[in-house]
Nanobody, 126 residues
Framework: QVQLMESGGGSVQTGGSLRLSCAVS????????MAWFRQAPGKEREGVAA???????KYADSVQGRFTITHDQAKNILYLQMNRLKPEDTAVYYC????????????????????WGAGTQVTVSA
């Protein structure tokens, strides 16, 4: 059974930093796409960043240059380092894993990810 569990959320001021972690268990794919999504109140869930097993990464334009996605394959942990945070980054952040393919141009599509964590809240105050 695949399980994902996020941690590391919290409250920071504008310009601050946070690092989110996602512990993954029961997921054994040689090829994969793992991603971070976020959902702000009243808005749809959106893709933030994604990473493949060969360290290929993808980012949403809104976080490019501020956020970094990495993974520790030995420990099965996915990370999202968030720097220069803005109030518009406030959302619940979710990690997700696909069925064992690759990210591709459609990495932001929710339907590509059958496995999700429960989410962690990030609040950025002005």
């Amino acid at each position: 059974q695949v399980q994902l569990m996020e941690s590391g959320g919290g409250s920071v001021q504008t310009g601050g930093s946070l690092r989110l972690s996602c512990a993954v268990s029961g997921y054994n794919q040689r090829s994969y796409c793992m991603a971070w999504f976020r959902q702000a109140p009243g808005k749809e869930r959106e893709g933030v960043a994604a990473i493949e097993e060969d360290d290929t990464t993808k980012y949403a334009d809104s976080v490019q240059g501020r956020f970094t996605i990495t993974h520790d394959q030995a420990k099965n942990i996915l990370y999202l380092q968030m720097n220069r945070l803005k109030p518009e980054d406030t959302a619940v952040y979710y990690c997700a894993a696909d069925k064992g393919l690759w990210c591709g141009v459609s990495w932001k599509l929710l339907k590509n990810y059958p496995y999700w964590g429960a989410g962690t809240q990030v609040t950025v105050s002005a």
